[in-house]
């Protein structure tokens, strides 16, 4: 399968647990693999049979700004069935999210972080934005 790759995203946002995360909030850092087949795309030059990185970008900047989560799993969830949901080109989407900053008492550790894969056909009608998702009209 084909890829369209965001690296190293930076946001803020408010999202953990402990007090301290949702009161003075964090850095966070994502990458995105988009799969698809890109061939149509690459073979007509045409925006229209691929994802545009820039909505793509749009869209992890304001669901990790917005609202706050406890747990970075539901940001990541949030962003594959929103993009699932926008763009029916896409298969599949691997977000990683990573906290550079997250309050833990040891030293050496660099970041903690999770990575989900989703696909269209994990897609079900309890899935978060179903009704987004009955009436998506991708590209």
């Given amino acids: 399968m084909d890829r369209v790759l965001l690296r190293g995203m930076q946001f803020y946002g408010y999202h953990g647990v402990h007090p301290e995360e949702t009161s003075l909030g964090q850095r966070f850092e994502l ?71 997250a309050p833990v008492r040891s030293g050496g550790l660099d970041y903690v972080g999770v990575r989900i894969r989703r696909t269209r056909a994990d897609r079900t009608e309890s899935s978060p934005d179903t009704a987004t998702w009955a009436g998506a009209e991708g590209k």
Avoid: W
């Fill in 31 to 101: 990458d995105i693999d988009v799969e698809l087949d890109l061939q149509t795309a690459g073979a007509e030059d045409d925006i229209q049979h691929t994802v545009n990185y820039s909505e793509m970008f749009a869209l992890a900047k304001e669901i990790v700004e917005g609202e706050p989560h406890n747990l970075i799993e539901s940001v990541a969830e949030t962003i594959c069935q929103r993009a699932l949901a926008r763009y029916s080109v896409v298969e599949s989407l691997i977000v990683e999210i990573r906290k550079p900053s």
